[in-house]
């Protein structure tokens, strides 16, 4: 493991040498950035749920996943969650156990030690597989999604997991009511995402920073609608991702 990096929130985050990107951003904070961007707006959103499914794009340092928990746990909320996520780098997720995590996950420590042991764990609320392998291949095998956490490296230096055909099959394991959080606001994004059938909306969670949520049946958020085929007729240049 690389040698942890501080963020502006006291917690950890690293570095990636293979796509030459912090995994968070070191001005925000890493379970701040877990926390705003991905698991309260999408929470939030699906409040009334009683079991969540979600995918986790992907699995890194496990911030995403381990601040739900962390967050249902501290809320009391009565939900029970299914996580599924992909990983490429399998020694990463071994290494978590070792991994200086901020005090907010002092009281999940079990569950993160599960999955640098075993990639997985599993209680009476709580299910979490992590899968070593291709993130476009095994989200073919999955369906009944709730929430997308689309959490992949930007698309400058990952773009497969940004493509057209890659948020189609995304579009495809989701229910007919689930939603997709990114920190992406970059008009390919969206134009991807909108290509592949979903609806696009924008929120401002910690009120200096814009980020997208997509739905995949439009509906009346508290978020501001964004209409994308207003953007490609203002914008000829813009142009989705194709594989």
Known sequence: MNNPIQTIDGSNTLFSNKYNQHFHDLKTGAIKESLNKHVIPAITLKKDAKVLRILDICFGIGYNTFSTIYYILENNLDISVEIYSPELDEELVRSLGEFKFPKEFEKIKHIIDSIAKKLSYEDEKIKIKVF?????????????????????????????????????????????????????????????????????????????????????????IDAKYIDMELKKSRNKEAQAFYD
């Open 132 to 220: 070593i392998g291709d993130a476009r291949e095994y989200i073919k095998t999955l369906s009944n999604i709730d929430i997308v956490y689309q959490d992949a490296f930007s698309s400058d230096v990952n773009k497969e997991l940004w493509s057209v055909e890659y948020f189609k099959d995304i579009y495809k394991l989701c229910k007919s009511d689930a939603l997709m959080t990114t920190y992406s606001i970059s008009t390919n994004v969206r134009l991807s995402m909108y290509e592949a059938g979903f609806f696009i909306y924008e929120i401002n969670p910690s009120g200096n920073r814009k980020q997208t949520i997509a739905l995949k049946s439009q509906k009346t």
